[in-house]
């Protein structure tokens, strides 16, 4: 995995004006008519949601729920009473607001111990719309219409989130229905199927 180099200065200052203006930019769009929306998929996860600025900040999620078991730029998090996992990132220009939410049911953060629990319960991981692990893939079609494009299920994962490399297949499911915004944001909704029921949800405004 490539290191990314922090901006400094006014540079940085500029670089989080800029990256928080694309991930809230989806918001603009939900406040559209339905056919003007460029972007149909999910923008929030147990509420904590990618749609407007300020983002959900990583301070709070630790004043609430405790620190997680961090793994570079991720905090992840065993949900045992959803049977649930479920890990936040964070992005090197936007220091402490959260850019990504994933939930699956299966470890989504590979390490040899086992995760932390939430010192306090979640939410129930849904999405704003009604969407949680378990739906089938005509309920998810039928809430956001037919995705920008289907892939299959491994397309991206390191890349998307700190998993081992060691662990092969498809954990989060064969399917993934990928909902894409416009070139010039950065939002984007994975909706992972297995078996066709949802068995990982994922959203991102970081590049």
């Known amino acids: 995995m490539q290191t990314r180099l922090r901006p400094r200065g006014r540079e940085m200052k500029y670089s989080v004006l800029f990256a928080t203006f694309l991930c809230a930019a989806g918001a603009l769009s939900q406040n559209s008519k339905p056919e003007q929306r460029p972007y149909r998929g999910p923008l929030c996860l147990a509420g904590f949601c990618l749609e407007k600025s300020p983002l959900p900040s990583e301070k709070k ?18 949900v045992p009473e959803q049977q649930a ?5 964070v992005e090197h220009n936007l220091p402490g607001e959260i850019v990504t939410v994933f939930v699956s049911d299966v470890p989504n953060c590979m390490i040899r111990v086992p995760l932390a629990t939430p010192n306090a319960p ?43 490399r060691e662990r092969r297949g498809t954990p989060f499911g064969e399917t993934a229905l990928v909902y894409d915004g416009p070139s010039d944001e950065l939002i ?4 992972y199927l297995r078996k066709g029921r949802v068995a990982a949800i994922y959203i991102s405004c970081s590049e």
């Open 61 to 78: 999620l630790i004043e609430q729920y405790g620190p997680g078991t961090r793994i570079g730029e991720s905090r992840c998090y065993a």
């Open 85 to 89: 996992y479920v890990h936040f990132g």
């Open 122 to 164: 979640f939410p129930t991981f849904e999405t704003k719309e009604g969407i949680r692990i378990g739906d089938s893939y005509e309920k998810v079609v039928k809430i956001y219409g037919q995705p920008s494009s289907t892939r299959p299920g491994a397309d991206g994962l390191f890349e998307m989130v700190p998993y081992s």
């Open 188 to 191: 984007q909704g994975k909706i």
